[in-house]
């Protein structure tokens, strides 16, 4: 396929979840706009207030727009902000997990429910019990779902150990372990967790967990999880470093051993992605500032083919091409 094709040209959208629903490619990714609000490392500039879901019958093919799926306007307990989300389906049903700030200023995730994959999605009138940060993203195995979730900085993690607020945010010292991203089983029903989330952890080579001043491999945000090969894969974004890395596991909960570097830096502050296998290929999909002449606010997506070496680890992609 084409090394480098933006898939919505005239449109800014990023933080792309993928999924194949009925045999088709769905696109779920936040909505870039100008808003005029200055940029900061709280991420206040990137202030978007709605979902539009997009799908795909081939991977070079066209790309159906279905339209706004859930607005901020539509949801009960709204502040601002809607930043990435995922989808997952349960008999018959499709549940949409969002990060959204409350009116005190809070993350929290939100579910709304729907009946077909492209929506319209109508959501909770509360958020989940439970929940903070951002960037969802649900596994399915088994029948069972399991989310993992997170960010540090704007994304709220710092303000968090084990799963219960602090006075103030505290981040770790450089040669302590990192803020670990977040994994949990969701309930029966889709709707709440059926546990509390537990720390993911990511391991070094020497089987110690990553170090905050490890700032080339620790996680920052953007979780997403996939299997190959019999073993799992969580894959993030390192934030300041601006890579997408990988760690592998022998279970959904980890421990994960890090790997390597799935994608180096893109043009633009931010870097997330969804991994996905259609037709018998592997995809990754994420987002640069290319089109919008590097503005980190305004992000585009793009999609390329992935590889594995015959040892399962994953060529690293360019993210200049």
Known sequence: MNKKRYLIPDDYMADPAVHVFEGKLFIYPSHDRESGIPENDRGDHFDMNDYHVFSMDDIEGEVTDHGVALRVSDIPWAGRQLWDCDVACRDGKYYMYFPLKDRDGIFRLGVAVAACPEGPFVPQPDPIR?????????????????????????????????????????????????ICPKVVLLSDDMLGFAEEPRDLVILDENGRPLTQGDTKRRFFEASWMHRYGGQYYFSYSTGDTHLICYAVGDNPYGPFSFKGVILTPVTGWTTHHAIVEYRGKWYLFHHDCVPSGGKTWLRSLKVTEMEYRGDGTVKTVDGGR
């Not at 540090?152 to 505290?170: P, S």
């Open 130 to 178: 439970g929940s903070y940060s951002i960037d969802p993203a649900v596994f399915e195995e088994n029948g069972k779902h399991y989310m993992y979730f997170g960010g540090i900085w704007g994304g709220q993690l710092q303000r968090y150990r084990n799963n219960r607020a602090l006075a103030e945010e505290r981040f770790p010292a450089d040669g302590e372990p990192a």
